[in-house]
């Protein structure tokens, strides 16, 4: 038996000890402790109100795992992988070992088996039907966090990649916190911008905290207003299966002009198996993780196009961003195929 391979496979079967452990390091705010100089365990165990021995147990296993630095005996400080948990991966290091998540993924056999939610089928509920429970507020929270992580890097540079001066008339499909929009709204002035979404994502906005920017509230399944010019829809597709997907791009689609535009920003899966660029692991760990969480899914080009025709449209231009996000900029077909 070669033994390094059975190394590594049972560090792959223990690795929720360092999902569990990265997300309490992050609730901990461990790396904020540790922003400005190295600490002792002591220190760490009295801020965090932890018990030390037990505490030095979970920093020596993130340790091992190239998770901050042990610069002398029981005395840690961050490194790059343990800023992340900063501002950049905080919330989402948490959410990922939330109780939802747990349960769901104890039930992969029935998502495997089934091709459906596990979320679903635990909780009764969709997961989006879940987080709207007033029971689970706090969750909601931190999800809605997480998701402002996963949207920044793209976030920041997309309006470097497309031009926006155009329209006259935009709006943010699902645009959650606003702050996309409002980075657009920022750099084109003349821009009507609106941020369409829940009533409970809409009441949550501080309008402080945005630029001048509309907040309309709606279900992109009911209807969607048809006066827009360009529509964005960011990361919002793989939320959903295909039907689902088509009917939230026909509600976009539906008596617009044929003029308008169509922005739809998400990861295209790769199904080539000699590929090892992170972008791609990423969107393969993304599409199981959509199927049990959500009975959403990572879509391979020909699938987007195939839902794009679907709902009446046809990819005029794809832009790749840095991040391995995709803008595909489509337009409407003149018949439907």
Not at 114 to 134: M, Q, R
Not at 157 to 182: N, Q, W
Not at 209 to 216: N, T, V
């Amino acid at each position: 038996m070669n033994r390094q391979v059975r190394k590594e496979m049972m560090k792959m079967i223990y690795g929720y000890y360092v999902s569990f452990s990265i997300g309490l390091c992050a609730k901990l705010e461990i790396p904020e402790l540790l922003q400005n100089k190295a600490q002792t365990i002591e220190e760490l165990s009295q801020k965090t109100e932890m018990n030390k021995e037990a505490l030095l147990k979970m920093m020596r296993l993130l340790v091992a795992n190239n998770i901050f630095t042990e610069i002398s005996a029981e005395s840690f400080k961050n490194n790059e992988m343990s800023k992340t948990l900063i501002s950049e991966l905080k919330y989402l290091s948490q959410l990922h070992v939330s109780q939802v998540f747990q349960e769901s993924w104890r039930n992969l056999e029935y998502s495997i088996k089934n091709e459906k939610s596990a979320t679903k089928y635990v909780t009764g509920n969709s997961f989006y039907n879940y987080l709207n429970l007033d029971k689970n507020q706090e969750i909601r929270d931190i999800f809605d966090k997480a998701m402002v992580e996963i949207q920044s890097e793209d976030g920041r540079v997309i309006h470097d990649y497309y031009d926006f001066s155009i329209y006259k008339k935009i709006y943010d499909i699902g645009g959650g916190s606003g702050k996309f929009l409002s980075s657009i709204k920022r750099k084109y002035e003349h821009i009507s911008a609106t941020l369409f979404d829940t009533e409970k994502v809409i009441n949550k906005i501080n309008p402080n905290s945005i630029a001048d920017i509309s907040l309309l509230k709606g279900d992109f399944f009911e209807s969607i207003p048809n006066d827009g010019d360009l529509y964005i829809l960011r990361h919002i597709i793989h939320n959903w299966g295909d039907n689902e997907a088509v009917q939230i791009l026909e509600e976009c689609v539906s008596e617009t002009s044929h003029e308008a535009r169509f922005l739809v920003i998400e990861m295209v899966l790769d199904t080539d198996s000699e590929k090892k660029q992170t972008k791609e692991e990423i969107t393969i760990y993304r599409d199981i993780h959509m199927l049990v969480a959500l009975e959403g899914k990572q879509r391979t080009l020909k699938e987007f196009e195939g839902i794009f025709s679907s709902a009446s449209l046809e990819i005029e231009d794809i832009i790749l961003l840095p991040s391995g996000m995709n803008i595909f900029k489509l337009k409407k077909l003149k018949h439907k195929n």
